[in-house]
């Protein structure tokens, strides 16, 4: 019998053997590393109820490293899984594929069961990676990772979950962007304490319709057709199709979130809109023809206000 110890492994030296073809994608300084020393004491304590939001920092403890009832075809297909999405990267939307790939791990983290990894062993695995990749995460990376108190993964009616849990239960994880997208200014994101993604793989035909509407339909304001909340990269609702009815391609996934938010600095009327992130579909191995294209979509809406952006850094 396996633990889940064993999949983190192989999820770690999956990530590894990318990184060390990927290490100059980004290029440049990444910026000063916070190492893992900070935060070793925040979660000692004995094991409780760690189903409540207000959970006491003290009482928290990974659950993770018990045997699973997983067969070898199980952990086989987790990794398959990962192995598959990392293999159709490309290094022009590496931004994109990273975000995509960040899904993809935890929605395989979360078809293990229902278990808890606090914040000193979530550091622990990160720089498991780091030392055996020889990559460095940039201050910006560290700066979102050391507001993480735990991790809760899970499934509920037919689909998989994780919620995020932030040491500071009032205000969240707060990341501040401050930079200037199409002629808009994105200032901060705020993940609440607590805030959950669910997951959803994209296999039945009313699945498949769902992500072409999604990614070929513009969004409206009033009835009106605005560009500036319509920032889809053109290639994607063109190309769409075509990659959905190839006979072989990495299953698609829609991920649905609650409690998190990115505040837009604007010319319009609406000066600050609150957005709150509905929705994203990530599209692995999505080009045209032999070229790339973003593989990640998201979906933003305040009150009547809705946006659907690509990520094509």
Do not use: C
Request: no cysteine.
């Amino acid at each position: 019998m396996k633990s889940i110890s064993t999949l983190l492994l192989i999820l770690v030296l999956s990530l590894g053997s990318f990184a060390w073809s990927q290490q100059d994608v980004s290029g440049g300084d990444n910026g000063s590393v916070v190492t893992s020393d900070t935060d070793n004491s925040t979660t000692n304590g004995s094991n409780g109820d760690n189903t409540d939001v207000t959970d006491n920092d003290g009482d928290d403890q990974t659950t993770a490293y018990t045997d699973l009832q997983l067969t070898d075809e199980q952990y086989e297909k987790l990794a398959r899984g990962i192995f598959g999405v990392i293999n159709n990267m490309s290094e022009k939307y590496f931004v994109s594929d990273s975000i995509g790939l960040t899904f993809y791990i935890l929605r395989y983290l979360s078809e293990i069961g229902e278990y808890e990894i606090v914040h000193k062993d979530i550091v622990t695995l990160i720089n498991g990676f780091l030392k055996l990749a020889d990559y460095q995460l940039s201050e910006d990376v560290w700066t979102i990772i050391n507001q993480i108190r735990k991790l809760k993964f899970g499934k509920k009616s037919g689909k998989f979950w994780v919620k995020i849990f932030a040491k500071d239960e009032k205000n969240g994880i707060l990341y501040l962007i401050n930079q200037n997208v199409s002629g808009n200014q994105v200032k901060h994101m705020n993940i609440q304490n607590g805030a959950e993604l669910t997951f959803e793989d994209i296999n039945t035909k009313a699945e498949k319709r769902g992500l072409l509407k999604f990614l070929k339909e513009k969004v409206r304001f009033v009835g009106f057709n605005i560009s500036s909340i319509n920032q889809v990269f053109s290639g994607i609702p063109k190309n769409i199709e075509f990659h959905m009815n190839k006979e072989s391609i990495i299953t698609p996934l829609r991920v649905e979130f609650k409690g998190i938010n990115v505040l837009i600095k604007t010319d319009s009327i609406f000066k600050h809109i609150d957005f709150k992130l509905k929705e994203a579909y990530s599209v692995p191995g999505f080009k045209d023809g032999e070229e790339p294209l973003p593989t990640t979509v998201l979906y933003f809406k305040e009150k009547l206000m809705p946006l659907k952006v690509s990520i094509d850094q």
